[in-house]
């Protein structure tokens, strides 16, 4: 198991510690995906595809967390 790990650290070492020189993660991008994705699970069924756009687009301004 621990040659495993070695082994997938090896693999992503340039991507790992280019974040050191850079500060730049897709953490915030994955964030909102997520939330999309939450949000297209709490809506299924729903037909009006215009509503569902206007909602994603208003995510970033939502002042609570989706709970579902």
Same mark, same amino acid.
């Given at each position: 198991?621990?040659?495993?790990?070695?082994?997938?650290?090896?693999?992503?070492?340039?991507?790992?510690?280019?974040?050191?020189?850079? *500060?730049?993660?897709?953490?915030?991008?994955?964030?909102?995906?997520? /939330?999309? %994705?939450? #949000?297209? *699970?709490?809506?299924?069924?729903?037909?009006?595809?215009?509503?569902? /756009?206007? %909602?994603? #687009?208003?995510?970033?301004?939502?002042?609570?967390?989706?709970?579902?």
């Amino acid at each position: 198991m621990l040659m495993k790990f070695a082994k997938t650290l090896a693999a992503f070492q340039s991507g790992i510690l280019s974040y050191y020189d850079c *500060r730049i993660s897709s953490a915030p991008l994955e964030g909102t995906n997520n /939330k999309i %994705k939450v #949000m297209k *699970r709490m809506a299924y069924g729903f037909r009006d595809m215009d509503f569902f /756009k206007l %909602k994603i #687009m208003a995510i970033h301004e939502s002042k609570y967390a989706l709970v579902g």
